[in-house]
């Protein structure tokens, strides 16, 4: 499925193989990853960039990725993501990782907002899921900016290097999505 979404600002598209130096310096950032996993191996990157890269079925389970780029510099900003969590009842997981030198522009809420209208329309969803380590308040504030609300917290549910952090699930329903 090709895509192309836009925003005042952004082009989102599919993930291409020009695309793996960004994809892989996204992956290997230390800042970037330290709510989310440990650094893989390179090997598991590239395992990880072919399967985003090939084509994508809604009912699948994977995760599309689709690379943020600026319209009016074609500057890489980050990727975005989008997961059917069910398909019975139309509900998605989002996820975005954004270069550091963009951070503070809005550009994950813009994404994030053309994301969920897109699935809304697509898709016809019914609710989109967000999942984020409750130190992580950038990625909460982004969240909160589209609409998505907390909706409980998982103790201990993911472990870093040996420490144990607690998970903000926050939802949004497509018609309450701002």
Known sequence: ??????????????????????????????????????????????AKFEQRKAAWQFESGE????????????????LIGFRCDDAQLNRAEVGYLIAPEKHGFGFATESLRAVTDW??????????????????TASRRVLEKVGFILEGTLRHNNCIDQIWSDDCYMGLLTAQRE
């Open 119 to 136: 699935g809304a329309l697509q898709f016809n969803m019914h609710k989109y899921i967000g999942i984020c380590d409750q130190h992580n």
């Open 63 to 78: 995760w599309l990725s689709l690379v943020i780029e600026q319209i009016d510099t074609n500057e890489f900003v980050g």
């Open 1 to 46: 499925m090709d895509i192309n979404l836009f925003s005042d600002r952004l082009i989102l598209r599919n993930l291409q193989t020009k695309d793996w130096p960004n994809f892989l310096r996204l992956h290997l950032d230390k800042d970037i990853n330290q709510y989310i996993r440990l650094i893989e191996s390179e090997s598991d990157i590239v």
